[in-house]
């Protein structure tokens, strides 16, 4: 499947592994797709993403927010005498800095890091592989079925944002809510626009 891939969207998945790393999750999710398609502005998929507002910065942010506890569920902990600074500097000192960063297993549970595999890069500096997650891996599979679907025997960034937004996985859902859209209005620019261009 990956030979069908173009040069962009080779990138947007190596993106976002790099996408993953810079969070410090312990998996490669489909919201780290959207994030490392929105750094290819100049791609189909990344143009949506840009019409909309939607940058890497904002994306990752988006992500940080909706992977986290928000503000009322912070003061709910803290009037239980919970200070959730201290119980992340606390677990950060006993198992690493990102302990409670975790983006979960495929199972729901979170992966430790000490179960990464490391690799050298390039550069000789030691680095973790970064699993895809299950859902992940699903939308890249969908992204060759809307490649099919639409005629073209290639895949591109449009087909991989297509592919994200028909799984309904609601991280993402959470993610696209939080940059002010929802999975229906980014499928639906990136058809029309798509369409313009044909």
């Known amino acids: 499947m990956f030979e069908?891939?173009?040069?962009?969207?080779?990138?947007?998945?190596?993106?976002?592994?790099?996408?993953?790393?810079?969070?410090?999750?312990?998996?490669?999710?489909?919201?780290?797709?959207?994030?490392?398609?929105?750094?290819?502005?100049?791609?189909?998929?990344?143009?949506?993403?840009?019409?909309?507002?939607i940058t890497p910065e904002t994306c990752r942010e988006a992500i940080r927010s909706a992977a986290g506890l928000d503000e009322d569920d912070a003061e709910a902990l803290r009037s239980l005498g919970i200070d959730l600074s201290a119980v992340r500097a606390r677990a950060e000192r006993s198992f690493g800095p990102g302990a409670l960063d975790g983006n979960g297993g495929p199972d729901g549970t979170d992966e430790s890091p000490s179960r990464w595999r490391p690799f050298r890069s390039a550069k000789g500096s030691r680095q973790h592989h970064i699993p895809f997650t299950r859902e992940a891996k699903r939308a890249l599979e969908q992204s060759l079925r809307e490649a099919l679907a639409r005629k073209e025997n290639w895949i591109g960034t449009e087909h991989v944002v297509l592919g994200a937004l028909a799984l309904d996985h609601p991280p993402t859902v959470r993610v696209l809510r939080t940059l002010g859209t929802d999975p229906q209005t980014l499928r639906a620019d990136l058809l029309a626009h798509l369409r313009r261009a044909a």
């Open 4 to 53: 069908r891939f173009t040069k962009e969207a080779r990138f947007v998945v190596i993106g976002a592994q790099e996408e993953a790393r810079a969070l410090r999750h312990s998996r490669i999710g489909v919201e780290h797709l959207l994030a490392a398609t929105a750094g290819r502005p100049e791609s189909l998929g990344g143009a949506a993403l840009f019409r909309l507002g």
